[in-house]
Nanobody
Framework: QVQLVESGGGLVQPGESLRLSCAASGSIFSIYTMGWYRQAPGKQRELVAGISGGGVPNYTDSVKGRFTISRDNAKNTVALQMNSLKLEDTAVYYC??????????????WGQGTQVTVSS
């Protein structure tokens, strides 16, 4: 009943920027924590950035100072601004959120993923 759809991935050179967006749709009562995860080839999926329902962000050390997570509660969206991209940022990026559906309980949802490739 709820879907998360990512957009904004692509191919960029080191030092360039990308902005990822994720839109939640469906019969949403409330969205709590939202976050971005990534999975590189041969690596486990890791949390890149998260943001609480109140807008408090947290980041993994490798992206601090370069990435910024934000949310728009009125639009049910979360974004990840990625600046100064590095080769090691190459991965599939996934949107994740804890969402309470109208008339139901809270559950965790994942987007389908969007590819970010940083290459020279």
């Amino acid at each position: 009943q709820v879907q998360l759809v990512e957009s904004g991935g692509g191919l960029v050179q080191p030092g360039e920027s990308l902005r990822l967006s994720c839109a939640a749709s469906g019969s949403i009562f409330s969205i709590y924590t939202m976050g971005w995860y990534r999975q590189a080839p041969g690596k486990q999926r890791e949390l890149v950035a998260g943001i609480s329902g109140g807008g408090v962000p947290n980041y993994t050390d490798s992206v601090k100072g370069r990435f910024t997570i934000s949310r728009d509660n009125a639009k049910n969206t979360v974004a990840l601004q990625m600046n100064s991209l590095k080769l090691e940022d190459t991965a599939v990026y996934y949107c994740n959120a804890d969402i309470r559906v109208i008339g139901s309980h809270t559950a965790n949802y994942w987007g389908q993923g969007t590819q970010v490739t940083v290459s020279s």
